[in-house]
């Protein structure tokens, strides 16, 4: 066979050789929230390949504005070890209560178009694993009465929510959950945090389901993020 013939099989092989990689790789997302009164701090690291990649979002505050209805939020995006990035990208934008409408209208539009979502998604979280969930709650009301009342109402809600997450995903240990009422002082602080796994190609297949399964024509999307798919649509047509 001449040398060019060589070079496509070669190539070919490389192609399946990474798309096998890609598919069967795991991805670890690393979750932790906190809200304490007015403060917030959110964070999301994803690593695969043993920690070769890793990205982390990191928002430091999320805030009311004080000139309008929106919510102001701090971003930063890094790649590689957080220590020492690679790449660091800072950002700061403005949610409005328009965008959170159109999000809302947007999910709905997906529910309508793609037959047997929910059947879709619980299948594909039927194999995530999810582990290592660390929840634990400050509260207090400044009354001691609607204190204890509440703290058992928080136990509760916990409780379920708990339960739903164990329903859907693999849980891989018990949760550390803790209510501590605070009988002196109006306060209320919160931190949650787990680690969430699952394979890229399990991910994928969901996206193919959900082109496979779209019905009901084309979508009227209105957050940004998705709005152009519309005018694709459009276009196309």
Known sequence: MSGWVWALLILSALLVVIIILIIITKLTITLSLYHGNDNDHFKVKLRAWFG???YTIDVPMVKLDDDSPN???EEKKMRGKEKAPSNENESKKKI????????????KEILTHVKGLHKIIRAFLKKVKIDHIHWKTLFGTGDAASTGTMTGAIWGLKGSII???SGYMRLQSPPSVEVIPSFQKAIIQTHFSCIIQFRIGNAILVGFKILRFWRGGKADFKALSLSGLSEEEQQSV
């Open 52 to 54: 070769l990649l890793r």
């Open 163 to 165: 339960g739903i997450i």
């Open 71 to 73: 919510i102001v939020v």
């Open 96 to 107: 409005s209560p328009k965008d959170f409408i159109n999000s809302l209208h947007d999910t």
